[in-house]
């Protein structure tokens, strides 16, 4: 297991991140996705520590907070010290009473969702705490100054951010600059081999601003499991059988499939170790969150920690998931090629 830096930080994550988002099986979407107890959570995470993975990923809305009280008490169980493991946590979604303001990034709703994750956490802190998502009501300042207090009352060491816009994540970098705010370290999103939609904005954002990139779905809900192809329907027990996120080209994603499928067999690996590895062996990754539900599903995905691909194999994959030429990216190449390839050429020579 490698270990990377976290955005600006001097922080260290595993390149493999536990997420728990199985962890409950609450009534509702969060039965399609995963029901495990607390014994068979705890089976997970300490597989997950003995592996060396440090990095731990949940979220308040979860099977309703259940998924939070599992790890929590998983971690207490297994008597995991605090200073071995990275926790985040989300907050945005309706949690609580459901009323009106149990919701959303205003400072009402990230107040009251900080104290709640941390009991049921059963943690004095929170090491990473992520706005899982937009909130148009509230404005993007108040949310960034309600996230500075949490850090410097020590509720939380490191804020980040899910499923936002660049120039939205932009805004609040600017805004946390200005006013001497702690800022966005991180951003969790999703992106695959099939899925390279972030590329497009977000991926220059993350590196001029040097946020760090946490995955999600890194196997497309299981499309990329090489448990189906274009020639079989959707796998019984995968989890797009009944619950068919995120979205994907799927012509696009059997395409991959095929080819990784092809680089698989000779190592005698999975087309999901094959999916993985591409992940991580793209320089703007820094975590990527692996969701099992079973012990041998776990020690599949981690093994994809050692499958090194070629700079062909990477070639082949990167053309046949390549992203349609879209505006503004494609006049931009156009007239900054020729300084873009001297930048790169001097950053060789040096």
Same mark, same amino acid.
């Given at each position: 297991?490698?270990?990377r ?22 009534p ?16 997970l ?46 907050v ?16 009402y ?10 009991k ?13 998502g937009t ?10 100054? $309600? %996230?500075?207090? +949490?850090?410097? &009352?020590?509720? @939380?060491?490191? #804020?980040? =951010? ?5 120039? *939205? ?11 001497r ?7 969790q ?8 939609d972030?590329?497009?904005?977000l ?38 059988a009944?619950?068919d996120?995120?979205?994907v ?5 059997y ?12 190592r005698g ?5 094959? $999916? %993985?590895?591409? +992940?991580?062996? &793209?320089?703007? @990754?820094?975590? #990527?969150? =692996? ?5 041998? *599903?776990?020690?599949?995905n ?49």
């Open positions: 297991m490698q270990y830096k976290f955005g600006r930080t001097g922080l260290l994550v595993s390149e493999l991140c536990l997420g728990t988002m199985t962890f409950g099986g609450a509702g979407i969060w039965e399609h996705i995963g029901q495990l107890q607390q014994s068979e959570a705890e089976g995470l300490g597989r997950s520590l003995d592996a060396g993975i440090n990095f731990i990923d949940t979220a308040d809305v979860y099977s309703d907070g259940l998924s939070e009280t599992i790890t929590g008490q998983a971690l207490k169980n297994l008597q995991v010290p605090r200073d071995r493991v990275v926790v985040a946590t989300k945005l979604g309706e949690t609580g009473s459901k009323g009106v303001n149990s919701a959303g990034a205003s400072r709703h990230i107040m009251d969702g900080v104290k709640a994750s941390l049921r956490l059963q943690l004095d802190h929170i090491d990473l705490y992520q706005i899982h909130d148009p009501l509230t404005p993007i300042e108040e949310t960034v100054r $309600a %996230l500075d207090d +949490l850090v410097r &009352q020590g509720h @939380v060491r490191y #804020v980040g =951010v899910s499923n936002w816009a660049a120039w *939205q994540i932009a805004k609040a970098l600017g805004i946390a600059e200005r006013d705010l702690a800022r966005f370290e991180s951003l999103a999703y992106y695959t081999v099939a899925g390279r972030l590329e497009r904005e991926v220059p954002m993350l590196r001029s601003e040097q946020l760090g990139l946490m995955v999600w779905s890194p196997l497309a809900g299981g499309l990329l499991s090489g448990k189906v192809d274009r020639h079989t329907a959707t796998a019984e027990g995968s989890r797009r009944s619950f996120f995120p979205p080209n799927v012509e696009r994603a395409d991959c499939i095929d080819l990784m499928r092809q680089f698989a067999q000779p690996v999975s087309v999901a170790q094959i $999916a %993985l590895a591409w +992940l991580l062996h &793209q320089p703007v @990754v820094t975590s #990527v969150i =692996v969701g099992a539900k079973r012990i041998d *599903q776990l020690d599949d981690i093994a994809a920690t050692e499958v090194r691909l070629t700079a062909d194999e990477l070639a082949a994959l990167d053309k046949a998931s390549a992203l349609a030429p879209e505006y503004p990216g494609w006049m931009l190449a156009r007239q900054g090629g020729v300084r873009a390839q001297r930048l790169a050429d001097s950053g060789r020579r040096g």
